[in-house]
Antibody, heavy 118, light 108 residues
C-alpha cells in the first residue's frame, strides 16, 4: 500500500524542540521530492518546507527559516523535520506530502499534531 | 508578497453546479492544483495541471483557467462533496508551493 505515516508530534513549551518523522512505503521514496505542510487549528493549509529527491535543494517558508530543518534518509524511506525554538504560532497539524512538482501534492499523510503552549 | 485569493464560502443545492475561483497574478504562467479536505481528514488532490483529474476522482470535478483566474467546477454536486477546497500553485524556485486561503463548500 502506498502511504505516508507521520509521527513525533505532541505538546511542547515555547522555545523547546521537536523532531517530526514521516515514514514512506509502497513507492520509490528516493525519486520524489518531499514536503511538510501545516494547518493551524481552524485555519488553512500552509506550506512549510520542501526537499528534493537527493537533498540537493531545500526550501523553507520565511516564518520557519533558521528554526526548522528538513532532511531525509532515502535508505530508511524517511523524511524529517527538526523544529527548534518553537513558538505558540507553530501549533498545527503537520502533514508529510509527496510531490508538489508538476504533478502536485499527490500523496498526503494523516498528519501529526504539534501543540506549543506554556 | 504573492497571494492566491479564494472566496471564503460557496453554497449550492444538490444536483446543481458549484464553481470555486482562485485568482492570482502568477496564474497565466503557472499550473493550478486543487485539493479537497473533509473535516478531520488530510487533503486529497482533485485536479492537477489546471484541468487533469487524478485516478479515482469523479468526472464531475473539472478545472479550468482564464487569465489570472482558475476555476474548480463540480457538476451535479452531491452531499459528499461538502468540504473545504484549496487551490495551490508554484510561485518561484524559492516558493515552490503556495496555497489559497480555502473555500468552504456547503451543500444545502
Amino acid at each position: 500500500e502506498v502511504r505516508l505515516v507521520e509521527s513525533g508530534g505532541g505538546p511542547v513549551k515555547p522555545g523547546e524542540s521537536l523532531r517530526l518523522s514521516c515514514e514512506a512505503s509502497g513507492f520509490s521514496f528516493s525519486t520524489f521530492s518531499m514536503n511538510w505542510v501545516r494547518q493551524a487549528p481552524g485555519k488553512g493549509l500552509e506550506w512549510v518546507s520542501s526537499i528534493t529527491s537527493k537533498s540537493s535543494f531545500i526550501y523553507y517558508t520565511d516564518s520557519v527559516k533558521g528554526r526548522f530543518t528538513i532532511s531525509r534518509d532515502n535508505a530508511k524511506n524517511s523524511l524529517y523535520l527538526q523544529m527548534d525554538n518553537l513558538r505558540v504560532e507553530d501549533t498545527a497539524v503537520f502533514y508529510c506530502v509527496r510531490g508538489f512538482g508538476n504533478d502536485g501534492g499527490d500523496l498526503w499523510g494523516q498528519g501529526t499534531l504539534v501543540t506549543v503552549s506554556s | 508578497s504573492y497571494e492566491l485569493t479564494q472566496p471564503p464560502s460557496v453554497s449550492v443545492s444538490p444536483g446543481q453546479t458549484a464553481s470555486i475561483t482562485c485568482s492570482g497574478d502568477v496564474l497565466p504562467d503557472k499550473y493550478m492544483y486543487w485539493y479537497q479536505q473533509k473535516p478531520g481528514q488530510a487533503p486529497v488532490m482533485v485536479i492537477y495541471k489546471d484541468s487533469e483529474r487524478p485516478s479515482g476522482i469523479p468526472a464531475r470535478f473539472s478545472g479550468s483557467t482564464s487569465g489570472t483566474t482558475a476555476t474548480l467546477t463540480i457538476n451535479g454536486v452531491q452531499a459528499e462533496d461538502e468540504a473545504d477546497y484549496y487551490c495551490q500553485s508554484a510561485i518561484s524556485r524559492d516558493i515552490p508551493v503556495l496555497f489559497g486561503g480555502g473555500t468552504k463548500l456547503t451543500v444545502l
